[in-house]
């Protein structure tokens, strides 16, 4: 709160006693502040501060180089009620037909099936199965829309992409 010309600002208007201002690349789920100035050879002075909070993705919306897929609720296992999160998928089918594993069978202990356990299960199998052409592999090399965070879902992840397909 209390923005001033020395933080983050826009010049607009000139001599007349409207303008618009237009505010890019602004975070999600964040609350801003904002009041408008004028400044002559006497100096500056503000008007009065007005605050809003942007809005986060929604399901169905494109972001960070895929689709939301579900946005973590109070109750689920990685929910922050400070920070929205959550599940984004490829916009698309990586692969049709790729095999899960890379032709050799082993336990690879990725068992965990709750919401934020996929990544760690992705590592996992990668670590156990090693190179090949594979659906973890897949993930873990995946780059997509300037994003390589990508990995296989969990069970319950899937379940909400599942619920979500056609939001």
């Known amino acids: 709160s209390g923005p001033t010309i020395s933080n983050n600002h826009t010049t607009q208007g000139g001599d007349t006693l409207t303008f618009v201002s237009t505010l ?3 975070t999600p789920a964040t609350t801003y502040y904002v009041r408008a100035y004028a400044t002559n050879r006497e100096g500056t002075v503000y008007g009065n501060e007005l605050s809003f909070t942007t809005t986060g993705p929604s399901i169905g919306d494109n972001y960070q180089g895929g689709i939301v897929a579900y946005v973590f609720q109070s109750g689920d296992p990685v929910y922050n009620a400070n920070v ?3 599940l984004i998928a490829a916009p698309s089918d990586q692969s049709i037909g790729i095999q899960w594993y890379n032709g050799r069978y082993s336990v690879t202990g990725a068992t ?5 356990t996929g990544n760690d299960n992705t590592i996992t199998i990668v670590s156990s199965q090693g190179t090949g052409s594979y ?3 897949l993930c873990y090399d995946l780059v997509l829309g300037g994003y390589s965070d ?6 319950d992840e899937l379940n909400k992409i599942y619920i979500n397909k056609d939001k």
Do not use: I, M, V
């Open 112 to 116: 965990a099936t709750a919401l934020g």
């Open 24 to 26: 890019n690349g602004l």
């Open 150 to 155: 990508w990995y296989l879902p969990s069970r």
């Open 135 to 137: 659906a973890a592999k």
């Open 84 to 86: 929205q999160h959550g």
